[in-house]
């Protein structure tokens, strides 16, 4: 779930990159599609690495 901050950041963001107005709903929705995608992009493989999400660091994982 977004904050109600984030959901008005994003509708204002929508705004000015499209110049459309959307609803709260809306946006709340199109963020939320926009946060899973950029989870499952980001998402690091157990092979590859990974990033502490607490300090944003990454680790090489060595075989």
Do not use: C, H, W
């Amino acid at each position: 779930m977004l904050s109600q901050e984030a959901v008005k950041e994003f509708q204002n963001i929508y705004q000015q990159k499209f110049g459309q107005n959307i609803s709260l709903i809306e946006a709340q929705a199109k963020g939320l599609a926009l946060l899973r995608l950029y989870r499952a992009v980001l998402k690091p493989s157990t092979n590859k690495g990974s990033i502490d999400e607490s300090t944003g660091n990454t680790s090489t994982i060595t075989q």
